[in-house]
């Protein structure tokens, strides 16, 4: 069996006939049928219930469908890959972030990628940890930034920085008898009432786990997955929360919130760039992965996102 073969199978699979495949793939309807024919007897399988109203696959041809996608798929995939890699970075690259990260780097990345790289169309996906895993997984996106490796150790990763997540309060409603903005001792963090996202947001369960590591027991009164109404909440003083400077910067220089660190001990968490090794990179994904490393690189020397020495 051949690629073409494969390519003639698929479009019998999907149009339902053998007319309309003939049609698609610009072949004869009974030289079409020949081919089908050889296939199934080099295969020694029936690959489709043959009626009047047209062609179905049966379960044998539903194994071959799946996998002549992903075959054909890769072989155009590496077909363009090499047309592109003598020219100018070009095509689509999706990248996934995290809400605090897309906060601080989504913009600073699109403007650059924009300058240097014009023939590429960049996206952004602001989500969850979750999805970003389950993206990355599936090959929804072509690179994409967690904070923990957990289920995807098997990827490609850069360990880019280490941050250190802070405590945020209204300035009019610290909750400490302590000075405003001093550091917060993870013993006293449960006197505040905390807004953090639901426990299966990438951000709660490591708070979870740090604080279950040092025997305390946190008193999240309202659980919400939106960044930005977090830091809403938060700023009317309706509770308090827990999140890395980068995510709240834009509240912090307006006045609307005040940080102040953890310490005893410090609540710090990796940063990674992970891509699925399964899914090809093109020259335009190299590119995309040089330039954010380079606008991380400028961001953290400007101050504009912290990071600390381990």
Do not use: C
Not at 88 to 111: H, K, R
Not at 129 to 135: A, C, M
Not at 176 to 200: M, N, Q, T, W, Y
Not at 225 to 250: C, E, N, Y
């Amino acid at each position: 069996m051949d690629l073409r073969q494969l390519r003639y199978f698929v479009a019998i699979a999907e149009e339902g006939s053998l007319s309309a495949a003939a049609q698609r793939v610009n072949v004869a309807q009974p030289s079409l049928s020949q081919h089908i024919i050889g296939v199934e007897k080099d295969l020694g399988v029936t690959l489709f219930n043959r009626s009047p109203r047209g062609m179905t696959l049966t379960q044998s041809g539903e194994i071959l469908l799946a996998h002549a996608r992903d075959i054909l798929g890769a072989m155009d995939t590496a077909v363009e890959a090499v047309k592109q890699s003598g020219s100018e970075p070009q095509g689509d690259v999706t990248f996934g972030l995290p809400s605090s990260i897309a906060m601080v780097l989504s913009v600073p990345l699109a403007e650059t990628v924009r300058l240097e790289l014009p023939k590429v169309k960049f996206r952004a996906i602001d989500a969850m940890s979750g999805f970003i895993k389950t993206w990355l997984e599936d090959q929804s996106i072509d690179v994409g930034m967690l904070y923990d490796l957990h289920s995807v150790r098997h990827m490609n990763h850069i360990e880019l920085m280490t941050e250190e997540l802070h405590f945020f309060s209204a300035p009019d409603a610290w909750p400490f008898s302590s000075r405003v903005g001093s550091p917060v001792k993870v013993s006293d963090i449960p006197k505040a009432e905390l807004v953090l996202p639901s426990p299966h947001h990438g951000l709660r369960s490591m708070i979870d786990r740090f604080m279950k590591s040092q025997g305390v027991t946190l008193n999240v009164v309202t659980e919400m997955d939106g960044l930005g109404q977090i830091k809403t909440l938060v700023a009317r003083g309706s509770g308090h929360t827990i999140l890395a400077p980068a995510a709240a910067i834009d509240f912090v220089e307006r006045g609307d919130l005040i940080m102040a660190p953890i310490i005893e001990p410090k609540l710090i968490r990796p940063v990674y760039l992970v891509r699925n090794p399964a899914k090809s990179m093109s020259r335009a994904n190299q590119e995309l992965e040089r330039i954010t490393l380079e606008v991380i690189k400028d961001l953290v020397s400007r101050g504009i996102w912290q990071t600390i020495d381990k």
